[in-house]
């Protein structure tokens, strides 16, 4: 089946640590690819996005995620996590050819500890 | 610019009442969705509409009823509540590029 998976379902890192949360999806053709975040309490904010193009995308608040398409993957990254990064992050793959739809993974969990 | 919608925030329903949780977006977006989050479980789509007076079923539909009868607003409909559909339930639009999608703020429903 065709699916979005999160391999980490909860990392705990201390301040300034560097984080990387895993992303792949099993959909063929042209996909675009996002990463969102989910504040305690709060609604999905859009992180970045890969449509086309350079591989390598920069989002909000220092985050990137490198999208690699031999290996279906678009991992995000931060250098140096910080408090306030605690949140849900949740990875979504829209096929080209999905009608709009959005497929979201099942989430990883950061806790930042200070 | 208000974006997504949604009403009302929380709601506590007895096992087989039915209710209507509201959307409404002022972006003019053809495609609205609605998704339910469940802890370990991401979220998952119900319904989903490409433009009014067009509605499909997502992954998890049943219990649930949509309809579209103008492009700003996308009601998802609980007919007769069960405890499984306690959840944080999501609405959302787009654009017809799918540039991104934009989420409402949430609705938390308890069904005891």
């Known amino acids: 089946a065709q699916s979005v998976s999160q391999h980490n379902h909860h990392v705990i890192l201390s301040e300034a640590a560097s984080l990387e949360l895993g992303c792949n999806y099993s959909?063929?053709?042209?996909?675009?690819l996002f990463w969102y975040v989910q504040y305690p309490g709060q609604h999905l904010q859009l992180l970045l996005k890969?449509?086309?193009?350079?591989?390598l995308v920069k989002g909000i608040k220092g985050f990137e995620a490198e999208f690699i398409k031999s290996k279906f993957s678009f991992n995000l990254r931060k250098p140096s996590v910080q408090w306030s990064d605690t949140a849900e992050y949740f990875c979504?793959?829209?096929?080209?050819?999905?009608?709009?739809?959005?497929?979201f993974g099942t989430g990883t969990s950061l806790t930042v500890i200070p | 610019n208000a974006g997504v919608t949604q009403t009302p925030k929380f709601q506590v329903l007895k096992t087989g009442q039915s209710m209507t949780l509201q959307c409404a977006q002022d972006m003019n977006h053809e495609y609205m969705s609605w998704y339910r989050q469940d802890p370990g479980m991401g979220l998952r789509l119900i319904h989903y509409?490409?433009?009014?007076?067009?509605?499909d079923q997502g992954e998890v539909p049943n219990g649930y009823n949509v309809s579209r009868s103008t492009t700003e607003d996308f009601p998802l409909r609980l007919l007769s509540a069960a405890p499984s559909q306690t959840s944080v339930y999501f609405c959302?639009?787009?654009?017809?590029?799918?540039?991104?999608?934009?989420f409402g703020e949430g609705s938390w429903l308890t069904v005891v």
């Open positions: 509409s490409v433009g009014a007076g067009i509605t």
């Open positions: 959302a639009s787009s654009s017809e590029t799918g540039n991104t999608i934009y």
């Open positions: 979504a793959v829209m096929p080209s050819w999905g009608g709009n739809q959005f497929y």
């Open positions: 959909y063929g053709g042209t996909v675009n």
């Open positions: 890969y449509f086309s193009g350079d591989p």
